[in-house]
């Protein structure tokens, strides 16, 4: 570490390479000189391969191929490249406690849809799963079995009535159902909140 100092570096440049260095930045490793596209994705690998978490380590580098496959398959050009770093940055500007715009893009693009149903497959004959919806919240009102969640005065009443079931067709007792529907102005209740 010694011969990336210079006689002229302050003790404290000194203390502050040491602690980066400690840190793993830079790494301890040698990487090539990222010239060509495909030693820029290599070095990003193996720079992802550090990750001490298996699972969270193979996600990202799934990620991380896919991306790169993406930006050299459309030849992304920078002004484009720069314009979707506008847009997310735009998205999570937006985002507040109850309105999720990173959470609501995930839904346009259908990916909230496709983990959900990766992750809770149809069964037998359950109903299959359904979307906790990009404003959803676990710190609304509890509405008793009758009352009425509507936005007064904010469009025309729809009653819906059901069951919760076993796959067998048993009741479950005490279930609680998450529901919220769009009034005439396409606006759910939290968002009247904010």
């Not at 896919?66 to 735009?90: D, G, P, S, Y």
């Not at 109903?127 to 009102?141: A, K, V």
């Amino acid at each position: 570490m010694s011969e990336q100092r210079s006689s002229n570096t302050s003790p404290a440049a000194h203390r502050a390479l040491d602690a980066a260095m400690s840190n793993g930045i830079p790494p301890r490793f040698d990487l090539p000189l990222p010239d060509r596209a495909e030693i820029i994705t290599a070095n990003v690998l193996k720079l992802a391969e550090e990750t001490p978490n298996p699972r969270l380590r193979f996600v990202l580098q799934a990620l991380i191929k896919h991306l790169h496959n993406f930006v050299n398959e459309t030849n992304l050009e920078t002004e484009e490249w720069m314009a979707a770093i506008q847009f997310l940055t735009r998205a999570g500007q937006m985002c507040t406690p109850s309105r999720q715009e990173v959470a609501v893009l995930s839904s346009v693009l259908g990916v909230t849809a496709l983990v959900n149903s990766l992750n809770n497959p149809v069964r037998g004959m359950a109903t299959e799963s359904t979307l906790l919806g990009p404003f959803f919240t676990d710190d609304t009102t509890n509405i008793e079995n009758g009352e009425s969640i509507a936005s007064e005065g904010k469009g025309e009443y729809m009653y819906v009535k059901g069951r919760v079931l076993t796959t067998e067709g048993k009741p479950i007792p005490d279930a609680i159902i998450d529901a919220w529907e769009a009034d005439s102005d396409s606006r759910v209740y939290l968002l009247y909140l904010t």
